[in-house]
């Protein structure tokens, strides 16, 4: 798969979490009676500041023009559309109710008002009844479609299961998404996309780091495996693989060495071949560094 096209599904679902966040604390704020214009605006607006309005673009740059898209993705793009324009509604009747009403209540008591004054006030008295009507409505409706979106987003990660970043960014924004789909929800997905849940999580994320050369965190993360399960040699191995070159990086050359024998004695195992070349290559590397310091 193109790189740049896995990027882009990580970070369709990253702002899909802000997203959420921003449209929870907007719901939170209404329950409390606080939530304010530029409350809403954060959430959307038509400057492309807002996450709503990002997660839009973010849709229609992956999906409209794209060859080869699930309907599952085409579905999750319509959705994201819609509680756009459902929210820019709200955000049109909130501003009236906000900066609008008051100037009303100023006006509606005024003992100078001519008769053509108060039919204006009156057509405004209407107009305000409507706002908080389409208001109220608009609201249920964005916590409809934001209810939609959560369980459209839970299919699109099921879909870039095999996407290299998915993992370790999963692991990365595991509070967001459990805060989401709850503790439950969250360990279900993972059985879903994995045999071992979890455990098969860390491995993958483990991986992706080490493609990355972040060998420090995925020694962290293999560490992490092997106590749950010491008789993981994928992960044992991949530990001593990680930990190899985390001391080459370091300097620590007779570590260095040292994992990387333990590693290549270890029963050969399938899919290793190319990380038992690169501690091969690795060794090869040590003994001629090490030849030099003794010489120099």
């Not at 049109?92 to 100023?106: D, G, R, V």
């Not at 360990?187 to 860390?202: A, Q």
């Amino acid at each position: 798969m193109n790189l740049n096209i896995e990027k882009k599904q990580i970070d369709l679902i990253n702002e899909f979490i802000s997203v959420h966040r921003t449209c929870s604390h907007c719901l939170d704020l209404h329950k409390r009676g606080e939530l304010t214009f530029a409350d809403v605006e954060e959430l959307v607006d038509d400057k492309g500041k807002s996450s709503l309005f990002r997660l839009k673009q973010m849709c229609h740059e992956l999906f409209r023009n794209a060859v080869e898209v699930s309907y599952k993705e085409k579905f999750y793009d319509i959705t994201v559309g819609y509680i756009f324009h459902e929210a820019m509604k709200l955000r049109e009747c909130i501003y009236q109710l906000e900066y609008y009403k008051p100037h009303y209540n100023m006006l509606v008591s005024s003992p100078d008002l001519t008769p053509a004054e108060k039919k204006v006030i009156h057509e405004f008295d209407v107009l305000i009844v409507k706002a908080k009507k389409r208001f109220n409505e608009g609201l249920k409706e964005v916590r409809t479609l934001l209810g939609d979106m959560v369980g459209q987003v839970r299919d699109l990660i099921k879909i870039y299961r095999d996407n290299y970043l998915l993992s370790r960014f999963m692991l990365e924004n595991e509070r967001s998404l459990i805060t989401i789909y709850g503790k439950t929800g969250y360990r279900g997905l993972l059985h879903e996309m994995y045999d071992d849940g979890r455990t098969t999580l860390i491995l993958k994320a483990a991986v992706s780091y080490l493609e990355s050369e972040y060998f420090q965190i995925a020694r962290g993360l293999l560490q992490k495996i092997i106590r749950l399960d010491r008789s993981n040699g994928t992960a044992k191995f991949l530990f001593l693989y990680a930990s190899a070159y985390n001391c080459y990086l370091r300097n620590r050359w007779s570590m260095a060495r040292i994992f990387a024998h333990e590693a290549l004695a270890m029963p050969p195992d399938k899919g290793m071949e190319t990380y038992a070349a690169a501690l091969r290559d690795l060794l090869a590397r040590l003994a001629r560094e090490m030849d030099k310091s003794h010489t120099a």
